[in-house]
């Protein structure tokens, strides 16, 4: 999943772990839709379409003046009270799936001719096997669920990263199309078996690395479902220049990541996605600012040749009526999307792809899977050698020769194409003409070629030499960091930064962003989060404060109470505050009073548009006003507060939560979760963000994750800092600094991280240093001399300081043995007495002090 980072709050009681008392703009948000349905909505112009968005549908095709689209059911009534004809229709796909499905799950060929995702493995599995030489498959990632996302290649040397064009296929982000997962196998057999006998395979084989991932969605597959399994149709999930404009991977479905994070790691020229429902290739754009109409790209006449291409080897699809000439469409002209793949490849990855719908019929019966093949054979392998033609060649560094990562500029199109860093070859794709390129890398002079001449039915050759320009040079010795440490210490380690360079550098470091689902660091540093499931994590503790404390009154929807009293300055992103609001949607909040959407519209955080200084342990639409629900805050007024919500519902979906907030002087943040239902699971944010709303963790953002008795800690540091945490190095000089080194927050056993340096280094603006600790668990030694003397009305206890405890949790009852849980708890004190000032006339008491670290 797309977690970021958290922050943990670990105390170890005598050898026991227990928690008590314990970038950028986020993506768009997304609805999940797995209990939609599909409606026709019939629209008196294009532009409905954006009302049907904003209400949160997904269109899944027009035909002429009616829309298919899956909407919720509160989705499809406020259509309807808007005034639109809508009416709900059979999802034939969905249905026939989940016969197959049901039919075939159990016997020996699942799905008959169609593949699952094991079967792809399988195949996959043998064919590594037959042709070792020219195929190779890899998972580039895990599901929601947990299941691979396969990807093959397929080309001579094929263990070998060459300097060729590189190209790819997709099918089946849409779980329920799957015709383009069968063209895909297909097509790998196809080159497997003739390319030593076809001209036009072999050629394929010989020149290009073809990449293809035949199921992207196999959740969806095998839940006979349009979407991933956090119901979000992941062809609305990726960056868009328009909507949703920061290219990462932040607040993004696992499996739109897992692409994107590939897709980086390759260079990429053309490709295309395979779907089904219509009989058509679509190419780009598929957003605009301008959402109705031909909304064309810079280079418009090259997308609408290359759709031709794949078009008119597959007859059906050419000579269809609904989409004339040729069978092709802009995508904005058909209707729009958000966040759709083919975009987001021509903005940011200088990859030409479209989106080809293979069949009218969205889920065909498997015995007509052979007559698709035919019909997009040849399309499939003549659209591909359309990107040997264009302009090739090969940057280098005039002095050295060696390879040069650039950027490739064709006139004043901002989209750009790239030369690869291992070999630095590169590949643009042009018709006939003159045109001019204009080639730039950090750290070299720019070279512009105002001419250059792109023949017909072949490629220009242009090699560039660039020359490097006077800069700094960064380094670092030691290039990488590892260290033994216990658990929530600290270690001080040197390090120094090197400039081998001509000029000064400047620098400055933060640890980098890491979520690896359990544990991680925040965005802009400074914290880290871990939870119960780790390995050194909290232990669940549920604080009953049931009888302690003030029961919050919410009223209305989307209230913000407040403020009230902390009881002790509390350290947040380097400020100290004494109050907090009380957000009904299930956040706190040392500053912000919103309500409204600003306040139940839950986002990735950190984000601009939404509250400051915000603590969410489940920031989701909720309804505390209803009947049932409890809401009770409680402070110690020393050293802990504890927020409970219970039995809070969701404002839809009935949803039915348990959670609680506690803040502890230290600055540690502890969320805990008791009963939390099974219901709108996937809706909420877990996290933090600062008073800017520039830095903040986001552990989860309407994503699966949380189950019953689970608790997330969040601690105010970073896994590893630099002292100074900038600087500036003389050219051809160094500078010793401190790399300082805590374990808080930090699993036991073996965790890396990554300490990111920036500087003004052209060549390496961003240089990432591993960062590995090898945690220990070390427990505190146990208080063994407890003393206990009346001070009428009160108590005092004194105690010995004891190994490797930072602070002591005490503990009262009138019974014996005392029980470490609920009300018993009177608190923490990093000293060695303790008065208790609530024993008042009590017959007689049993004490217990613990040490913790």
């Given at each position: 999943?797309n ?10 009681f005598a050898?026991?772990?227990l928690?008590l ?9 997304h609805?999940?839709m797995?209990?939609?349905r599909l ?13 049907i968005?904003?209400v ?10 009616v ?28 249905e026939?799936?989940?016969?197959l ?7 020996p ?12 493995e ?13 195929f190779h498959?890899?998972s580039i ?9 396969w990807?093959?290649k397929?080309?001579d ?6 300097p060729?064009?590189e ?8 779980g329920?199309e ?8 297909y097509?790998i ?6 390319y030593?006998t076809d001209p036009?395979l ?5 020149e ?5 991932i035949?199921?992207m969605?196999?959740?969806?597959n095998?839940?006979?479902?349009r ?6 149709d992941?062809?609305r999930d990726f960056?868009?220049?328009v ?10 479905q696992?499996?739109t990541?897992?692409?994107m ?11 295309a996605?395979?779907?089904t ?14 959402k109705t109409?031909?909304r064309p790209?810079?280079?418009d006449?090259?997308f ?7 078009s ?9 009526p609904e989409?004339q000439p040729?069978?092709i ?5 058909w209707?729009?999307?958000i ?21 009218n019929?969205s ?44 950027n490739v ?8 194409t790239?030369s ?8 643009r ?11 730039s890398a ?5 070279k512009v ?5 792109v023949?017909a039915d ?5 090699n560039?030499?660039l020359?490097r ?7 670092t010795?030691?290039?990488s ?9 600290s ?7 090197v400039n ?15 979520n ?19 390995s050194?994590?909290?232990?669940y503790?549920?604080v ?23 009881g002790?300055?509390f350290?947040?992103?380097g400020q ?9 949607n ?5 500053t912000?009073?919103?309500t409204?959407e600003?306040s139940?519209?839950?986002k990735y955080?950190?984000?601009n ?8 342990a ?6 505390p ?9 409680y ?5 802990s507060?504890?927020?409970?919500f219970?039995n809070v519902?969701s ?17 540690k ?12 699971l ?5 996290g ?6 520039t ?21 105010p ?10 600087g ?9 600094v ?5 374990s ?8 890396s ?9 052209p ?6 240093v591993?960062?590995?600790?090898d ?19 009160n ?7 004891t ?7 005490i503990w ?5 043995p ?5 009300g018993?708890?009177?608190g ?11 024993a008042?006339a ?10 913790v670290?």
């Amino acid at each position: 999943m797309n977690r970021k980072y958290r922050i943990l709050l670990c105390l170890l009681f005598a050898g026991l772990l227990l928690s008590l008392a314990a970038a950028a703009d986020a993506a768009r948000v997304h609805k999940n839709m797995l209990d939609s349905r599909l409606a026709e909505v019939v629209l008196t112009s294009k532009a409905d379409l954006q009302i049907i968005d904003e209400v949160g549908g997904i269109v899944d095709r027009v035909r002429g003046n009616v829309a298919e689209v899956y909407l919720l059911e509160q989705d499809f009534n406020q259509l309807r009270a808007r005034g639109f004809s809508v009416r709900w229709i059979p999802d034939l796909k969905k249905e026939f799936l989940k016969k197959l499905w049901d039919e075939t799950r159990d016997g020996p060929d699942p799905l008959q001719e169609y593949h699952t995702n094991d079967e792809i493995e399988a195949e996959f599995i043998n064919w590594q096997a037959a042709y070792p030489n020219l195929f190779h498959h890899e998972s580039i990632g895990h599901t929601v669920l947990g299941r691979d996302m396969w990807v093959a290649k397929v080309s001579d040397n094929v263990t070998e990263d060459e300097p060729e064009i590189e190209v790819k296929y997709i099918s089946t982000m849409h779980g329920n199309e799957p015709v383009g997962t069968e063209m895909c196998l297909y097509f790998i057999e196809d080159l497997l078996t003739y390319y030593t006998t076809d001209p036009e395979l072999g050629q394929l084989m010989n020149e290009y690395e073809i990449w293809l991932i035949p199921m992207m969605n196999p959740d969806g597959n095998y839940s006979s479902s349009r979407y991933n399994a956090n119901g979000v149709d992941l062809n609305r999930d990726f960056p868009d220049r328009v909507d949703d404009s920061v290219n990462t991977t932040a607040g993004r479905q696992i499996e739109t990541a897992n692409v994107m994070n590939w897709s980086w790691a390759h260079n990429f020229i053309l490709s295309a996605n395979f779907h089904t429902g219509a009989l058509v290739v679509n190419y780009p754009w598929d957003n605009d600012v301008i959402k109705t109409g031909y909304r064309p790209t810079p280079e418009d006449p090259l997308f609408v040749f290359l759709s031709i291409q794949y078009s008119r080897w597959n007859s059906p699809m050419y000579n269809n009526p609904e989409f004339q000439p040729y069978g092709i469409t802009n995508g904005v002209a058909w209707y729009y999307i958000i966040g759709g793949m083919q975009d987001w490849n021509y903005t940011w990855m200088g990859d030409k792809e479209v989106t080809i719908e293979l069949s009218n019929t969205s889920w065909p019966s498997p015995s007509q899977l052979p007559q698709y093949w035919s019909e997009n054979r040849y399309s499939m392998r003549r659209y591909l050698l359309e990107a040997k033609y264009g302009v090739r060649g090969v940057v280098t560094d005039s002095a050295t020769g060696d390879p040069v990562k650039a950027n490739v500029k064709l006139g004043t199109i901002p989209y750009l194409t790239y030369s690869s860093a291992l070999h630095g070859e590169y590949y643009r794709i042009l018709q006939a003409g003159t045109y001019s390129l204009t080639f730039s890398a950090s750290g070299y002079e720019t070279k512009v070629f105002p001419s250059v001449v792109v023949n017909a039915d072949t490629f220009t050759v242009l090699n560039v030499q660039l020359k490097r320009v006077p800069s700094p040079e960064i380094s670092t010795d030691p290039t990488s960091i590892s260290e033994a440490i216990n658990i929530c210490d600290s270690l001080d380690v040197p390090f120094t930064i090197v400039n081998s360079g001509e000029l000064a550098l400047n620098w400055s470091a933060v640890e980098s962003y890491i979520n690896e689902g359990g544990y991680g660091s925040a965005v802009g540093g400074g914290w880290r989060f871990i939870d119960s499931d780790q390995s050194g994590g909290p232990v669940y503790s549920w604080v009953d404060i049931s009888g302690l404390g003030q029961q919050l009154s919410f009223t209305a929807d989307d209230q913000n109470l407040g403020p009230y009293t902390i009881g002790f300055p509390f350290p947040f992103y380097g400020q100290n505050f004494t109050s907090i609001r009380v957000a009904a949607n299930g956040w706190i909040s040392f500053t912000s009073t919103a309500t409204g959407e600003t306040s139940w519209r839950n986002k990735y955080l950190p984000d601009n548009t939404r509250p400051e200084n915000i603590v969410a342990a489940w920031w989701d639409d909720l309804s505390p006003q209803r009947s049932g629900t409890t809401v009770r805050l409680y402070t110690n007024n020393t050293d802990s507060l504890i927020l409970s919500f219970n039995n809070v519902q969701s404002y839809a979906d009935n949803g039915l939560y348990n959670f609680q907030t506690v803040l502890l002087a230290s600055g540690k943040i502890v969320f805990q979760y008791a009963s939390m239902g099974t219901n709108r699971l996937n809706s909420s944010t877990i996290g933090l963000q600062n008073s800017d709303r520039t830095k903040g963790s986001t552990v989860i953002y309407n994503e699966l994750y949380i189950r019953n008795y689970m608790a997330i800690a969040f601690c105010p540091n970073s896994m590893v800092a630099l002292v100074p945490a900038s600087g500036s190095v003389p050219a051809h000089s160094s500078q010793p600094v401190t790399a300082r080194l805590k374990s808080c927050c930090v699993p036991t056993g073996v965790t890396s991280g990554i300490l990111a340096i920036s500087s003004n280094d052209p060549v390496t603006p961003l240089l990432e240093v591993d960062v590995t600790l090898d945690v220990t668990t070390v427990p505190p030694e146990p208080v063994t001399d407890l003393v206990i003397l009346p001070e009428p009305p009160n108590v005092r206890l004194f105690w010995t300081a004891t190994a490797y405890a930072d602070s002591y949790s005490i503990w009262r009852s009138e019974n014996y043995p005392v029980e470490l849980i609920g009300g018993n708890f009177l608190g923490s004190v990093a000293d060695t007495t303790y008065l208790d000032t609530s024993a008042g006339a009590s017959s007689a008491a049993f004490y217990v002090v613990t040490s913790v670290r």
